[in-house]
């Protein structure tokens, strides 16, 4: 059983920056990656970044270079910082988790939106 709380999300003006974070708490040992997601208003979630169990770290082509995943072990927690926001990226970003085993874990969200 994980669970996970996303914070960080707010309103920021085009070309800001923001922070978001993922506390992972539970049977963190299970947990194989995790990553962000996000959800635009009428579209479909997609991945944003995910970092696996080798700290290999993949970014949607549509952040590479703005958006940065981090992890902090210590405090099982993992971070998205954005930089260069654009109205395109307002959304809820989730923060997920996948396990070695079983269906992934998911955060409740956090709404993030960019005014132009």
């Known amino acids: 059983q994980v669970q996970l709380v996303e914070s960080g999300g707010g309103l920021v003006q085009a070309g800001g920056s923001l922070r978001l974070s993922c506390a992972a708490s539970?049977?963190?040992?299970?947990?194989?990656?995790m990553g962000w997601y996000r959800q635009a208003p009428g579209k479909q979630r997609e991945l944003v970044a995910a970092?696996?169990?080798?700290?290999?770290?993949n970014y949607a082509d549509s952040v590479k270079g703005r958006f940065t995943l981090s992890r902090d072990n210590a405090k099982n927690t993992v971070y998205l910082q954005m930089n260069s926001l654009e109205p395109e990226d307002t959304a809820v970003y989730y923060c997920?988790?996948?396990?070695?085993?079983?269906?992934?874990?998911w955060g409740k969200g956090t709404l993030v939106t960019v005014s132009s």
């Open positions: 997920a988790a996948a396990p070695y085993e079983g269906m992934d874990y």
């Open positions: 539970g049977n963190i040992f299970s947990i194989n990656a």
């Open positions: 970092i696996t169990t080798g700290g290999h770290i």
